[in-house]
């Protein structure tokens, strides 16, 4: 997403004479998520030429010694090991098994070599983490699952990390956003390397849409990063969390934390890889991007119980996030959503958004019986359980500030 397919063939160093583009090595590790494993196997591996889908040619390689053994207790074994990446013109990463170990030192040493000789790296998901590790994110536009780019940013400071997006191709190191993300950045390299047409049939094969529109902004959560939870500092980023319907600034958590404000600004960024004035601005307008949506509150009112201290501050900063001003979002928003979805979540949400005033100052209707209730993802998920639009069905209207394929 963040260069068009010509800029990234322009990017891309020339191959070495033993390595094919069509060759294409996915390297897997035990304890990997059978999921994002899956996603290159199907899209690389199946003979789809009745379709009119290029073949191409699949090295599965171990990046470690087997048997792998993966989520849910399988167990793998692959009919290739490192040496095997020699060959390959296309190298991915599915994912990493855990994004606080660091990866084999003999596959990062694979990867790299690859790499300078021309081949196309690819991380999806946490084997971001991966690519980064052999240093060949430094410098570069990368993104990961929304829950991990604070981690990813900062272990990894020379990366410029981009959570927004679903996918970025960087030319000849591309990565995406967690699980589904995947099929879309495959997606992108066959419409890359054989165009439209090819990777149109081989969406219709796997039944999903050949383009998706926006990014990860949709799907952000409230959770922490995941390396706060034992610090400190986690109460007050709990507390913060808690009371953004409170007008309260950077000192105050600072003050909060028994620290002076660059003590604090120090420690904020080290554990989250984010300043906490651009975290906490970012948080509020999440918040507003909740109650344009489950709401019918005012922006005047949306902007007051997210702490903006006024209606023009939250124009501002929500342009800025999402491209989009509050009041087209929710025009937007509700040309994609059944009014029933919207006001069974309006009612959850004002369970955890303190009112401001009387209770018949509530303007949400109740949720109806039966309705889902939209619940937080986990620190340890790979996927998130809120409502969102509906990003599959085709026909309707992008939200504004979701970026489009190139």
Same mark, same amino acid.
């Given at each position: 997403m963040s260069q068009d397919s010509a800029t990234a063939t322009e990017a891309a160093r020339k191959l070495t004479g033993r390595r094919r583009r069509e060759v294409v090595a996915v390297l897997l590790f035990s304890g990997g998520?059978?999921?994002?494993?899956? #996603?290159? *196997?199907?899209?690389?591996?199946?003979?789809?030429?009745?379709?009119?889908? %290029?073949?191409?040619?699949? !090295?599965?390689?171990?990046?470690?010694?087997? %048997?792998?053994?993966?989520?849910?207790?399988?167990? *793998?074994?692959? %009919?290739?090991?490192?040496?095997?990446?020699?060959?390959?013109?296309?190298?991915?990463?599915?994912?990493?098994?855990?994004i606080t170990s660091p990866p084999p030192a003999e596959a990062l040493d694979a990867l790299r070599r690859a790499h300078e000789e021309g081949a196309r790296i690819v991380g999806l998901c946490t084997g971001a983490f991966v690519l980064a590790a052999a240093g060949l994110l430094d410098g570069r536009p990368a993104t990961t699952h929304w829950m991990y780019a604070p981690t990813l940013a900062k272990r990894y400071p020379s990366v410029h990390v981009d959570?927004?997006?679903?996918?970025?191709?960087?030319?000849?190191? *591309?990565?995406?956003?967690?699980?589904?993300?995947?099929?879309?950045?495959?997606?992108?390299?066959?419409?890359?390397?054989?165009?439209?047409?090819?990777?149109?049939?081989?969406?219709?094969? !796997?039944?999903?849409? %050949?383009?998706?529109?926006?990014?990860?902004?949709?799907?952000?959560?409230?959770?922490?990063?995941?390396? #706060?939870?034992?610090?400190?500092?986690?109460?007050?980023?709990?507390?913060?969390?808690?009371?953004?319907?409170?007008?309260?600034?950077?000192?105050?958590?600072?003050?909060?934390?028994?620290?002076?404000?660059?003590?604090?600004?120090?420690?904020?960024?080290?554990?989250?890889?984010?300043?906490? !004035?651009?975290?906490?601005?970012?948080?509020?307008?999440?918040?507003?991007?909740?109650? *344009?949506?489950?709401?019918?509150?005012?922006?005047?009112?949306?902007?007051?119980?997210?702490?903006?201290r006024s209606p023009v501050a939250l124009r501002g900063h929500f342009r800025r996030q999402l491209g989009s001003s509050p009041a087209a979002y929710r025009a937007a928003y509700r040309a994609r959503r059944p009014q029933g979805v919207a006001e069974s979540a309006a009612a959850v949400l004002e369970t955890v958004v303190p009112s401001q005033g009387s209770p018949s100052g509530r303007r949400s209707a109740p949720a109806p019986s039966g309705a889902p209730v939209p619940v937080s993802a986990s620190a340890g998920s790979s996927e998130h359980s809120l409502p969102v639009p509906d990003a599959y069905v085709p026909g309707r209207p992008a939200l504004p500030g979701q970026r489009s394929a190139p």
């Open positions: 998520p059978i999921f994002e494993s899956s #996603i290159p *196997l199907s899209v690389f591996g199946i003979d789809r030429q009745d379709a009119g889908v %290029p073949r191409y040619r699949l !090295l599965v390689c171990g990046g470690e010694d087997g %048997p792998l053994r993966t989520t849910g207790g399988l167990e *793998l074994t692959t %009919p290739y090991g490192l040496e095997a990446i020699s060959r390959a013109g296309t190298v991915v990463v599915p994912a990493w098994r855990s959570p927004r997006e679903l996918f970025v191709d960087d030319g000849d190191v *591309l990565t995406s956003a967690g699980t589904a993300a995947g099929i879309d950045l495959c997606l992108h390299i066959v419409r890359t390397d054989h165009g439209t047409e090819a990777a149109g049939a081989l969406a219709r094969r !796997l039944v999903v849409p %050949p383009r998706r529109s926006g990014g990860q902004e949709r799907y952000l959560d409230r959770s922490l990063p995941e390396e #706060i939870g034992s610090d400190p500092l986690a109460e007050v980023v709990a507390w913060a969390l808690e009371h953004l319907h409170e007008q309260f600034d950077v000192e105050t958590l600072a003050a909060r934390a028994y620290m002076s404000r660059r003590t604090f600004d120090r420690r904020f960024r080290s554990l989250t890889g984010s300043a906490p !004035l651009q975290w906490l601005i970012t948080q509020r307008v999440l918040q507003a991007q909740r109650l *344009l949506e489950t709401s019918d509150y005012s922006v005047d009112e949306v902007a007051g119980r997210c702490g903006f």
